[in-house]
């Protein structure tokens, strides 16, 4: 009896998400924080009080969380909703609203695979050549497609740069919809909801599509914890219109974030000063590791905006292999862009290593 045959045909060509466990001495391969943005003593009491009452569910609508970054986000926390990552609020974007979903590649591999998952068609625009979105050609296929959904990761993973606002706005306003009234047809043709992934802005230091959210209704923003130091929390972030919320919520699950992630969450997220000192450092670290790739023969390394850096290089695997033996573990992106490396930002001990490392091997 071949038990496959029971699993649904999209599912059965899906293959599992690969998260090899490389042992190594430096881990620069997974965009997570060097530093774990929660090592205060107020956070150990609060998991202490939280551990007493595990016996209770955990409240399924993150109420303080929620008012915590609406209040830092000057929005109604009506305007949020939270995930188990935000990789859980792809899932519940794409179960709520289906295909087909668009995005541009190469980008967060996530948008594909679970769409994929969801059995909801992929269309896939490749980027121009500096890494920017072809808006003609989105253009076009929002036109042929109609797609429900489309992704933006800006900055993008995994090129690193912010993708030209003027560029997400043409698409935002090509597949917006004005508030309908009686007897009135839709404004747009095509209505579709673009979802900005903002899981690295908080290294550009722009924020230019949260004051749109009241001007466009299809405009879904996307923020996550992951990135600035609490990756083991799974936490993410929709923010968007209340109809959009609302919609969405509908499809989570109850209790999709446990207790202990919500108030070590917020406990995190009121230390601001400290997650701003470490974000600092890593922008300045970035800074400091792009210029001296640059130095470095054979190695290009593309401008980020994010807290990693793209990087081509002559014979990419080996260079990879060969940093991996010397301890440091980055992430081969060959499969995806030609001669391409990404290494993740970390602390400037670890930076040099990866450096030295680096400049040996070349
Ligand atoms: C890392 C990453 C995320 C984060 O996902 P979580 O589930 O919140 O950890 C989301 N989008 C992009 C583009 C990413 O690179």
């Known amino acids: ?87 859980e609020l792809i899932y519940y974007m794409i179960t709520t ?19 994929q998952a969801l059995g909801e068609k992929k269309i896939e625009i490749p980027l121009d050549n500096k890494f920017d979105l072809d808006v ?18 800006s900055p993008n993973n995994p090129t690193g740069n912010c993708f030209s606002s003027d560029k997400i706005l043409r698409i935002i306003k090509a597949t917006s919809f004005s508030k309908q009234r009686r007897g009135e047809r839709p404004f747009a043709p095509t209505l579709s909801l673009v979802v ?17 959210l009241g001007k466009y209704r299809n405009l879904v923003i996307m923020r996550t914890l992951s990135k600035i130091g609490l990756a083991g929390l799974r936490l993410g972030f929709l923010i968007a219109n209340e109809e959009i919320i609302n919609e969405v919520n509908k499809v989570r699950l109850p209790f999709n974030v446990n ?13 601001k000063k400290q997650l701003r000192t470490y974000i600092t450092s890593i922008i300045s ?25 793209l990087f081509r290089a002559a014979n990419a695997v080996r260079v990879y ?16 862009i030609e001669n391409c490396l990404r290494v993740t930002v ?8 990866f450096l030295k490392a680096l400049k040996q091997l070349i």
């Open 1 to 87: 009896m071949d038990i496959r045959k029971l699993v649904k045909p999209n599912i059965r060509s899906l293959r599992a998400y690969h998260a090899e466990e490389i042992p190594c001495k430096v881990k620069l391969d997974a965009n997570e924080s060097p530093y774990s943005a929660i090592s205060n003593q107020r956070s150990a009491i609060s998991l202490e009080k939280n551990l007493q009452t595990l016996n209770r569910y955990p409240d399924p609508q993150a109420k303080a969380l929620k008012n915590l970054i609406a209040k830092d986000l000057r929005i109604k926390s009506g305007n949020i909703l939270h995930g188990n990552g935000s990789d």
């Open 97 to 115: 609203f289906g295909g087909p979903v668009m995005y541009p590649v190469p980008t967060f591999s996530m948008y594909g695979i679970i769409s």
């Open 136 to 153: 003609e050609k989105i253009l076009k296929g929002i036109e042929k497609y109609k797609p429900k959904l489309i992704f933006l990761s």
């Open 196 to 212: 900005v992934d903002e899981a690295y802005q908080p290294f550009t230091g722009k924020s230019e599509f949260l004051p749109l």
């Open 259 to 271: 207790s202990l992630s919500q108030a070590v969450a917020i406990e995190a997220l009121i230390n």
């Open 285 to 309: 670290e970035r800074k400091r590791l792009f210029r001296e790739m640059e130095k470095i023969d054979g190695i290009t390394p593309y401008p980020s905006d994010a807290n990693f850096i």
């Open 321 to 336: 292999k060969c940093l991996l033996e010397k301890g440091v573990l980055i992430r081969d992106m060959t499969g995806v």
């Open 346 to 353: 970390g602390t400037p001990g670890e930076n040099t290593v």
